[in-house]
């Protein structure tokens, strides 16, 4: 039996605008992947939601007078719009503010990490703001990074270095909200989770040493190299003093009471990854299915593969954080609990595939300095297909990279040379000379065709698993290559003139390419695949293996050709450069 596959998302910040550099990160890399598997007959899941409960939101929400839920509310239906609009196929997203079930299974995760001995009540001193009486949590704290130097360092993490911060440690440490406020370090304490016993911990050993076997070199260098064996792994606070997240709980496992927690609520990186689990529990909720097929495993089976698509921003939480949080929920004892019970675990991820930063013309993205393409009117304008190919092929999979417009251009024009034009060419002809059926293929074989498409798509294949969706968006174009190629090199068009039967012998090989074409492009372009198979007359394709491709028989009707991907005139990028910078080009 193969194993079931489940896949997540980022969960995004309810507060953030979602940009084409999320999208290229964590969404689109995830689709593609999940697109692919659902294509092939794999058992997967798809799970995401937004993250809810970050000091992000309460800043913002704070700054317009919203309530909490309502504005995390909006954020979730912006998120929600962005990616149905680019064609992200979640099967469930969901909010981490829902009280059922996220906020009862991240305080069992809180007992349970208690009670294997991994938390720990720290006094430390924290940064108190005597104009509002309270205590500041991280982010609303900013200063210089004490890593790098960093100016503008935020409580919890530099934006610059990518360190992981203490707030209280900051130089020259302000008030986010109030630059007047004068900060005062005041004792106070915090539950931290003590990671120190990370890699050495029997149940993450193992696990840590294939993990880091599959992780991308980007991925894999963060995590071993600058985290566990370079700075090493400290303890970190998972709790805050907070009017907005999921409270800490007041009595432990075995019923004590746990003191003094009254205003106290789990810090956010400790509950946000805890949604991909609830998310999927609403999910089996939902469609009468069970969550724990792919969270649970028992001693000795392999589990579901539990891969993880991120931004870079997030690898160490991912990597790291959440699954120790994972493994240490491991009690024993008779308790009525959610979680693994004896002889099980919860699964650890096989993958965490994470994209680094997309840029936009040489520079980060921002809403404020009108440095950005507004996603909505955009995909509107270029329509979804053609804007999901680009942003593939210009994904930033092993280093930052950039949406160029001209780029974009060119790879659209390319698509529709290679891709479109290819098409319709060939179907074209066979309407015209042909009544629009498959011509006789003769004493003609199929080896060429089946070859190049059994190369493309073991290649295709290969590249998606091992994350490489560049690559695997290069097979699908060159799939399109070699079909042109062949049509180079048979000549069906001069062919006609001279020996009717070895044209049409000519076109029902290249016709075989057309199926296999619509089959590549399922993950990528989905629409585009479709279309393919509407003018081929095919019905939608069941989920199966690719291989061997479907073959058009002698004799099959075809449907009617029509353009499958435009070219983009030369003056509608002049325009979108000139709207970008705000003065015509050079
Ligand atoms: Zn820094």
New binding site residues.
Partial sequence: MTRPILVTSALPYANGQPHFGHLVGAYLPADVFVRYHRMIGSDVLYICGTDDHGVANTLAAEKEGVPYREFVQRGWDVWNDVCGQLGISFDNFSQTCREVPHYALAQEFFLRCKKSGHIVRRDIEQLYSPKTNRFLADRYVVGE?Y????DD?RGDE?P????W?EANRLKNPRSRTDPEDKLELRAAWQFELDLKPFSEDPLVKPWLTEFRKGLKTNVSKFVFEKMIEGEGLESRPITRDLPWGVPVPNVDLDGQPIEDVDGKVLYVWFDAPIGYISSTMEWAERENKDWRRYWIRKDGEDGARLVHFIGKDNIAFHCIVFPSMLAWQQVDGDYSLTGPGKGEQYVLPENVPANEFFNLEGKKFSKSDQWTIDIGPFIEKYGVDRTRYYLIAAMPETSDSDFIWRDFKARNDKLANAFGNFASRILKFVAKHFDNRVPALGSETLDRVTNEVRTRTEAMARAIEEYRFRNALDEFLGLAEDGNQFLQDTQPWQLRKTDLAACGAALHQALQYLPALSALAQPFVPGLAASLRTQLNLAPRGAGPLLPSERLAEGHALGEASVLVAKIPDEVIASELEALRGTPED
Avoid at 147 to 150: I, Q, S
Avoid at 160 to 163: D, E, I, L, V
């Fill in positions: 990074c890593v790098c130097g960093h360092a530099c610059k270095c990518g360190s911060l």
